[in-house]
């Protein structure tokens, strides 16, 4: 019988308090799933007049993915605030103490432009250590910026064909399944490994003549196939839900980009760090993958906002490699 999620948070040692927030995610997650299947039939696809902070109009269901997780996160006893695409600023649950704590971020609802199309999309989650602090005070979004490298836990839920909560405490990457019968998360995956070669590399290619030089240069060369410096050919998927196409990685390999480009050059990239880059770096680094933001490791960007965006390139250890080079190779004197 697989191990449930419950009897694997039992035996892994990890602090009761920080299980207690990641049960409360995956029930969160699980209310989601329900709203997700039910779609156009419980009324809930479609936009709202309302805009995100990100300036994009929001999806019913991406309110609804946002509600569904405070309301099934908020009584976690040591969580002490919460950052959210879908929220402004922070949302606090308690106050900054001498307990310290857990902050916890998320994209509710991830690729929501493919809910109304029936195409995979999910929620990705971070977990970072609260500070301490001998007097209460209110947690600030300054609190928040500490770099990915800094978390404590992440993961995300796929909800396609299968619903399946994909997690790293630090200490490798699971995977666990939900059971539609009985309700359980039951694991499916205890040890996720990226392989550091491929043959598949997931861009929206439509954005090509935008790219920076290396992204180009590394795009051609896996496009000139087994005539070119690869001498190999290579295979193509984008689902531009980023969900789907880094759980396609984690479970098979490749390498998903989405660089910056020339569209809007002051903006690091489309993807945001704090809740979708680092979590998913995160997760890659713990199974054997790497993951670059143009400049250095993801997890090593210091966040200067809640909301950043930046550059992602991440997945199978020799391409992310591969494109660091080229990077570097652009920034050296002809
Ligand atoms: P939406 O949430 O607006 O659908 O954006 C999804 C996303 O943030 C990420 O999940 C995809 O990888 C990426 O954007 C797709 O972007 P493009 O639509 O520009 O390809």
Redesign the pocket.
Known sequence: MPVTLGQYFAQSGADPSLVELLLAVSIGCERISAAVRRGAVGDILGALESENVQG?TQKKLDVISNELLLEACSPASRLVAIGSEEMDGIYEVRKVGPQGGFFLLFDPL?????IDVNVSIGTIFSVLPAPTSATERDATEADFLQPGRSQIAAGYVVYGPQTTLVLTLRAGVRAFTLDPVTGEWLETNEALAIPPETKEFSI?ASNMRHWAAPVRQYVEECLAGDTGPRGKNFNMR?V????A?VHRIVMRGGVFL?PWDAREPNRAG??RLMY?ANPMALLVEQAGGAAFDGQGATLDCKPVSLHQRVSVMLGSKAEVERLARLHAEALQPA
């Open positions: 994009e991830d690729g929501s432009s493919n929206n984008w531009a839900s980023m969900v196409d989405y489309k993807l979708e």
